[in-house]
């Protein structure tokens, strides 16, 4: 699983938490998922299937608070591409959780 985090913003600007769509939606090699931590937070982003079977957790861990991007390039934990289809992905933190569809094309 290839999985790309970037730091879009960070302090001193102020944050709220939010989950974005993916872009593009929907994708056949990869997608962009943004979103934002209004403090140091264990941040979880996990796709799911429709059945709601975990298919990849694509972090898991502390950040600061910020603006971020991860690129999934659509394998699962196993490391093969997922089946086409609909999905969703969830953002967890202690303070926060939103949950969003996206699809997988051919």
Known sequence: VAVTVQVVASLPQVFAYSLAQNYPN???SSTT???SLAKTSRVSLVVFSVTGQK???LLNWFQNPGVYTVTWDGRGNNGRRVAP???FYRMS???FSETR???VSG
């Open 101 to 103: 569809k996206l699809i």
């Open 26 to 28: 929907a994708f056949g």
């Open 33 to 35: 998922i943004r979103y």
């Open 93 to 95: 933190t202690p303070a």
């Open 55 to 57: 298919v990849v957790t």
């Open 85 to 87: 289809g609909v999905y």
